[in-house]
């Protein structure tokens, strides 16, 4: 994919996105909306960071798969016969069909084109009326293997061998939330929503609780204020934004039924936290639940949104689960339309004509952390 002819942004805009926080902008428009930056970020982001392609509670058992996209890789997210995690091209190597779609739980990947078939390590075992193909061995054919890792649950993978760790990199985001027991959360409620603007609107509205004060002025703003919300520094490529409680909130009646984490420090019930582990491993976390932002891109203008509702495994076994989840799912999809509200008028502003960088606030803080690492990430700074 060539990108000879990518405008960069200019001297000044980039200055002005690099500045102190106290004095920054946002990225111009065109980092949102030109093409052609789009396929830069495909280069020299998504083939080389760390995405999120789904959850271990998501393959419970041997042979438990799931489909899913890494950058622009189809794979097979699948625990094999000796229970490892892999992600393995989901390209047949023979003419290039897709071997599988969905999830589902099987040992053995048939192509549906010409039925050539894999096991859960990506060994070739059989190729059907291949006799008389010269110097060909089906145990030499094996699926590229796609390098792995997992965070909190998280299956992480990276299409670039020469990547740094993934944990090594967001050890700060670990200790954070080392109390909080991420891995033994297991996603129960699913929301899927097309969304018709660029990857980073969502991000930068997910990471500020700025916009509490307009679009969530009846929502979220009355139990988190805006101005109540932090964002501590960051040493990785990650960020943190801390929304405490407007008034400490009774376990019983703030949570329902659902039980805080085992060990939890009392000070932190309550309180809500965003994060990404950029470019876009988005979760909120809570005290009893754990909310996973998947984003898919697909275009410049384009991505699909998988929201994921996630609880402790210890609140599997209530009574009233299905009741709780409701109410949940209710009021995420309620909020989610409401910033995709805001979303729409921001993507209609950033493709304006007239349209510029503006001021950042100082509770934007998070916006400005990740617009640092575009820049390196982009090789737009000294």
């Known amino acids: 994919m060539a990108t000879t002819n990518i405008p960069l942004l200019s001297i000044e805009e980039i200055e002005k996105v690099s500045a102190p926080l106290a004095s920054a902008s946002t990225l111009p428009p065109s980092a949102y909306t030109s093409r052609e930056i789009y396929q830069a970020e495909q280069q020299k982001i998504f083939a080389k960071s760390w995405l999120p392609i789904g959850r271990i509670e998501q393959l419970p058992e041997i042979g438990s798969f799931v489909s899913a996209v890494c950058h622009d890789q189809p794979v097979i997210m699948v625990r094999d016969v000796d229970d490892k995690i892999r992600v393995l091209s989901n390209v047949c190597l023979h003419r290039a069909a897709i071997l599988v779609e969905g999830e589902g739980k099987q040992l053995k990947f048939t192509c549906p084109y010409h039925a050539w078939s894999y096991d859960t390590k990506g060994q070739l075992i059989a190729a059907p009326m291949m006799e008389g193909a010269a110097d060909f061995t089906p145990g030499n054919c094996k699926l590229p293997e796609i390098r792995s890792e997992i965070w909190q649950g998280f299956v992480m993978a990276n299409l670039d061998e020469n990547a740094a760790p993934f944990a090594a990199q967001v050890e700060g985001l670990t200790a954070h939330f080392q109390q909080f027991e991420l891995a033994d959360?297991?996603?129960?409620?699913?929301?899927?929503?097309?969304?018709?603007?660029?990857?980073?609107?969502?991000?930068?509205?997910?990471?500020?609780?700025?916009?509490?004060?307009?679009?969530?002025?009846?929502?979220?703003?009355?139990?988190?204020?805006?101005?109540?919300?932090?964002?501590?520094?960051?040493?990785?490529?990650?960020?943190?934004?801390?929304?405490?409680?407007?008034?400490?909130?009774?376990?019983?009646?703030?949570?329902?039924?659902?039980?805080?984490?085992?060990?939890?420090?009392?000070?932190?019930?309550?309180?809500?936290?965003?994060?990404?582990?950029?470019?876009?491993?988005?979760?909120?976390?809570?005290?009893?639940?754990?909310?996973?932002?998947?984003?898919i891109p697909n275009r410049v203008d384009n991505f699909h949104l998988k929201i994921h509702i996630c609880i402790h495994k210890q609140n599997l076994t209530l009574p009233n689960l299905a009741q709780e989840l409701d109410g949940a799912e209710e009021l995420l999809d309620y909020i989610h339309r409401e910033d995709i509200g805001a979303n729409d008028l921001v993507w209609q502003g950033l493709n304006a004509s007239l349209s510029r960088q503006g001021r950042l606030s100082m509770f934007e803080k998070s916006i400005w952390q990740m617009n640092q690492w575009w820049l390196a990430q982009m090789g737009l700074l000294d």
């Open 185 to 295: 959360h297991v996603i129960q409620r699913t929301l899927e929503f097309d969304s018709n603007w660029n990857w980073k609107v969502l991000v930068e509205n997910f990471m500020e609780a700025y916009h509490h004060i307009g679009i969530h002025s009846t929502t979220l703003q009355p139990g988190y204020p805006a101005r109540h919300s932090n964002v501590p520094d960051n040493t990785g490529p990650w960020s943190i934004l801390e929304m405490p409680p407007k008034l400490t909130p009774d376990a019983e009646g703030e949570h329902g039924s659902l039980k805080p984490v085992p060990g939890l420090d009392n000070s932190i019930t309550g309180t809500l936290w965003a994060n990404v582990a950029f470019p876009y491993l988005t979760f909120a976390v809570q005290s009893n639940m754990m909310i996973w932002y998947q984003i």
